[in-house]
Structures are given as structure tokens and as C-alpha cells.
């Protein structure tokens, strides 16, 4: 049905919420989908990961267990996505305001400023 990874990631916000169809409504699914996803996990995994009644889940010690290693999991592979902090802290950013004659600015700000501008578009 879906990969591993998008499995595990559904179940980490199953298991941090009440029920699936709020879990579905953070991830933006549907709640067949949530369901779905964790069936298809306790089967590859061979254990019940949540008690479910119709109105709430509750996570099983296997889920547990197994929620913790998944947040780590997931927590790594999404952070090779995201840009090193040390190349935030090196961007140009924010707002620049000079004042100068009409003539000057015109003649050597402008022009300027729109190389810049595109360099550091933030």
C-alpha cells in the first residue's frame, strides 16, 4: 500500500493523538487512510499497536516501544531535508533603507541594490 517510511510517519502522529481522524486531520488525509496505514503495520509487524474503540485509540506497550524508535527515525530522515543552521545564520536577510539624493540613487543605489536584491532575495 504505501511505503515504510510514510507508514511510520502516520503512525507517529496516531500515537501522539486521541483518535485517528485527528491524527488524519494534522497529516491532511483521511481517516480510512490513517487506519489503513497502522492495520497494515501491525500486520508486517505481527502485534497490536493500539486498542481502538470508536472513539478513541490507546497505544500498546508493542506501540510504545515502537513509537519511540519511529519519532527518532523519522525525526532523522526529516532533518537531512532541512538546510544546515550554520548557512541560515550566514544569509543575508531583512529590510534595507537608505537615504539618499534623488540623482545618487538613481545612479549608483539603484542598480545596486537590484544585484543584491537578487543575490538575497530575503
Do not use: W
Not at 67 to 91: C, M, N, P, W, Y
Amino acid at each position: 500500500m504505501q511505503n515504510k517510511l510514510e507508514m511510520m510517519r502516520i503512525f507517529c502522529v496516531a500515537a501522539e493523538s486521541r483518535n485517528f481522524k485527528e491524527a488524519a486531520t494534522q497529516l491532511g488525509i483521511s481517516p480510512q487512510v490513517v487506519t489503513r496505514a497502522i492495520k497494515e503495520l501491525e500486520e508486517q509487524r505481527g502485534e497490536i499497536l493500539f486498542y481502538r474503540s470508536t472513539r478513541q485509540i490507546k497505544i500498546t506497550a508493542d506501540g510504545e516501544r515502537l513509537a519511540k524508535q519511529a519519532h527518532f527515525a523519522v525525526g532523522s530522515i526529516d532533518a537531512l531535508f532541512v538546510k544546515d543552521t550554520k548557512e541560515k545564520r550566514d544569509e543575508m536577510r531583512g529590510t534595507v533603507r537608505l537615504t539618499v539624493s534623488s540623482v545618487l540613487g538613481r545612479k549608483l543605489v539603484v542598480p545596486a541594490l537590484a544585484e543584491f536584491a537578487t543575490r538575497y532575495p530575503d
